[in-house]
T-cell receptor, first 114, second 111 residues
Framework: DAMVIQNPRYQVTQFGKPVTLSCSQT?????MYWYQQKSSQAPKLLFHYYDKDFNNEADTPDNFQSRRPNTSFCFLDIRSPGLGDAAMYLC?????????????FGPGTRLTVL | QKEVEQNSGPLSVPEGAIASLNCTYSDRVSQSFFWYRQYSGKSPELIMSIYSNGDKEDGRFTAQLNKASQYVSLLIRDSQPSDSATYLCAVKWDSSYKLIFGSGTRLLVRP
């Protein structure tokens, strides 16, 4: 089945220790998104890629970086995690063609910062 | 400022009833509207999308869109305890690929 996969599902890191979250997709979608979601809040878009074109949100901290080496994979790097970065990180994809542009989410990675 | 607003709930309905979830948005050039269901600790799952004024039905779910009033709703007929979740409304605006999410309405279906 075509899907969006995130690894790991749970990640524990120490304050200030870099961490990388990964996302892969078999949908062959052009657009990949990274969201941060904290408890009882809306998903907050961090950035997205249309193919290799990177689009950063204005309020995304510099501590968050992303890489998309190919169509299938996208990574979220948190260079120096703080306690406030503990959250669920969601990867999503969409076709990117004109029209509806429905987004499909992976299962998420729950990040804990000690 | 583009905003999507939802009542946080919880909305409590008895099993078998119709649950009505509402969403208002602030931007008139919004194009597409989506409802996601999110179980506690899980990721959002797309359940309905709607692009034109009127109703769209899919099984027990009906989405209703009124662009003049900037209002979109989700009706769940014959509600089941398994429908208990948070329902996120999302709006796609302009020609962007981005979605603007509401903070969600928590639905509780009582057996």
């Amino acid at each position: 089945d075509a899907m969006v996969i995130q690894n790991p599902r749970y990640q524990v890191t120490q304050f200030g220790k870099p961490v990388t979250l990964s996302c892969s997709q078999t949908l062959n979608h052009n657009v990949m998104y990274w969201y941060q979601q904290k408890s009882s809040q809306a998903p907050k878009l961090l950035f997205h890629y249309y193919d290799k074109d990177f689009n950063n949100e204005a309020d995304t901290p510099d501590n968050f970086q992303s890489r998309r080496p190919n169509t299938s994979f996208c990574f979220l790097d948190i260079r120096s995690p703080g306690l406030g970065d503990a959250a669920m990180y969601l990867c999503a994809t969409s076709r990117g063609t004109s029209g509806t542009n429905e987004q499909f989410f992976g299962p998420g990675t729950r990040l804990t910062v000690l | 400022q583009k905003e999507v607003e939802q009542n946080s709930g919880p909305l409590s309905v008895p099993e078998g009833a119709i649950a009505s979830l509402n969403c208002t948005y602030s931007d008139r050039v919004s194009q597409s509207f989506f409802w996601y269901r999110q179980y506690s600790g899980k990721s959002p799952e797309l359940i309905m999308s709607i692009y034109s004024n009127g109703d769209k039905e899919d099984g027990r779910f009906t989405a209703q869109l009124n662009k003049a009033s900037q209002y979109v709703s989700l009706l769940i007929r014959d509600s089941q305890p398994s429908d208990s979740a948070t329902y996120l409304c999302a709006v796609k605006w302009d020609s962007s690929y981005k979605l603007i999410f509401g903070s969600g309405t928590r639905l509780l279906v009582r057996p």
